[in-house]
C-alpha cells in the first residue's frame, strides 16, 4: 500500500512557477504509476500528469509544454515543477494512484493560487 502527502503550493503571479511534491511511504512506490490532479472550485478534478515506474510520461492538453513531472524512486518522491503558470492553474492540486482513485481515497492535496 503508498501512501501519499502533497506539498509546495503557494500564492503565485501569473507566470511564475512552483514545484509541487508527493511524498510517498510504502514498499510499493517504485512499480505504482503516479499521477497529479487537480480540482478548482466548482469543477470536475483533472488529471494533470502521469509517469509510471519506466518513466513513461503523459500530460493532460492544458498543461503540456508548461508543466513537467519527475520521480525519484529512491527519495520515494514524485514531482510536478509547473513554469508559466496562469490564473486557470488555479487549483488544489493531489497525487494518487490507480488505486487510489479507484477506492476515491484522497490527500490533503496542495492549494495552487495564481494571480493575474
Known amino acids: 500500500q503508498v501512501q501519499l502527502v502533497e506539498s509546495g503550493g503557494g500564492l503565485v503571479q501569473a507566470g511564475g512557477s512552483l514545484r509541487l511534491s508527493c511524498a510517498a511511504s510504502?514498499?510499493?512506490?517504485?512499480?505504482?504509476?503516479i499521477s497529479w490532479y487537480r480540482q478548482a472550485p466548482g469543477k470536475q478534478r483533472e488529471l494533470v500528469a502521469s509517469?509510471?515506474?519506466?518513466?513513461?510520461?503523459n500530460y493532460s492538453d492544458s498543461v503540456k509544454g508548461r508543466f513537467a513531472i519527475s520521480r525519484d524512486n529512491a527519495k520515494k518522491l514524485v514531482y510536478l515543477q509547473m513554469n508559466s503558470l496562469k490564473p486557470d492553474d488555479t487549483a488544489r492540486y493531489y497525487c494518487?494512484?490507480?488505486?487510489?482513485?479507484?477506492?476515491?481515497?484522497w490527500g490533503q492535496g496542495t492549494q495552487v493560487t495564481v494571480s493575474s
Open positions: 494518487n494512484t490507480q488505486t487510489g482513485v479507484d477506492l476515491n481515497n
Open positions: 510504502g514498499i510499493l512506490f517504485s512499480i505504482k504509476t
Open positions: 509517469i509510471n515506474s519506466g518513466g513513461s510520461i
